[in-house]
Every structure is written in structure tokens, then in C-alpha cells.
């Protein structure tokens, strides 16, 4: 069975500013049926807002962007949460995404910022950073 994820911002930021890292790298496996990510309507307003106000310095047009959020649409589980139970974390933001990986069952956050997810094992889901998710799914040895 597949692992289900749900990517944190800062992943998809680090994946549009370098093509040789890790993000990057479980950015372009999106679709390849190694695992299946999970949105929800919040989340992907958070990497639109994130994404568009730091257009200029990660080298791309609000049309650039609109382009990776649909493909990330498309091949995303799209969830919805009918429950709040916030605060969980320091971050509201990061509750919006345990949220998420809550609702879908997911196995995996993946983040660069493991800190900002201590105690989520008791929710079934654990923070992991990029290059470490790919070692689960196979891709890194």
C-alpha cells in the first residue's frame, strides 16, 4: 500500500527554489504512484499565498505558480475538514496541515521543520524531512 503525505509549505518553497535537493526531487515523484498526497482547500491556499508573495525571488510568474498548484491538484487527494480541535501546535498553520493529515489517514508530513511536529505520533502520523521520505519510499538508498 502506498504511503499517503501531506507536503508543508516549506517543502514546496525549497522545491521551487532549487532543483538538486531532496524537496525537489519528492516534488517532481508527484503522480508517479509511489505515494499519494493529500490537500485540502486551506493548505492549497497556503502554498498559493506563500508561493505568489515569493514569486520574484524564486524566479517564477503567478501564471508559473497557478500551473504547479493545478498539477498538484490534479494528482492530490482532495479532503475536507469538518473538525477544528485547534490549538494543537505552536503554529496554526501547522495544526492546518496536521488537520489534513489527520482527516486522510496519512502516514507522513513531510517537513523541514520536524520541531514544529513534536507529539503528532499519538494522531498515527509522523514529521519527516525530504530526503528521509525518500529513503522510505525506495527512491534514496
Same mark, same amino acid.
Given at each position: 500500500m502506498m504511503p499517503r503525505v501531506i507536503l508543508d509549505t516549506n517543502v514546496l518553497i525549497a522545491a521551487l527554489r532549487s532543483c538538486r535537493g531532496a524537496s525537489f526531487k519528492v516534488l517532481n515523484l508527484l503522480g508517479s504512484g509511489l505515494f499519494q498526497l493529500s490537500v485540502s482547500v486551506p493548505l492549497? !491556499?497556503?502554498?498559493?499565498?506563500? %508561493?505568489? @508573495?515569493?514569486?520574484?525571488?524564486?524566479?517564477?510568474?503567478?501564471?508559473?505558480?497557478?500551473?504547479? !498548484?493545478?498539477? =498538484?491538484c490534479f494528482v492530490a487527494e482532495?479532503?475536507?475538514?469538518?473538525?477544528?480541535? @485547534?490549538?494543537? !501546535?505552536?503554529?496554526?498553520?501547522?495544526?492546518?496541515?496536521?488537520?489534513?493529515?489527520?482527516?486522510?489517514?496519512?502516514? $507522513?508530513?513531510? %517537513?523541514?521543520?520536524? @520541531?514544529? $511536529?513534536?507529539? =503528532?505520533e499519538h494522531f498515527g502520523v509522523k514529521a519527516i524531512p525530504p530526503r528521509q521520505f525518500l529513503e522510505e519510499i525506495g527512491e534514496l538508498s
Open positions: 492549497v !491556499l497556503e502554498y498559493e499565498n506563500v %508561493t505568489k @508573495r515569493m514569486s520574484r525571488s524564486l524566479g517564477l510568474s503567478h501564471s508559473d505558480i497557478d500551473d504547479i !498548484l493545478d498539477y =498538484i482532495h479532503r475536507e475538514i469538518f473538525y477544528l480541535w @485547534r490549538p494543537c !501546535l505552536k503554529d496554526p498553520m501547522d495544526d492546518m496541515v496536521l488537520e489534513v493529515a489527520v482527516e486522510s489517514e496519512s502516514d $507522513f508530513i513531510v %517537513t523541514h521543520n520536524i @520541531r514544529n $511536529f513534536i507529539g =503528532i
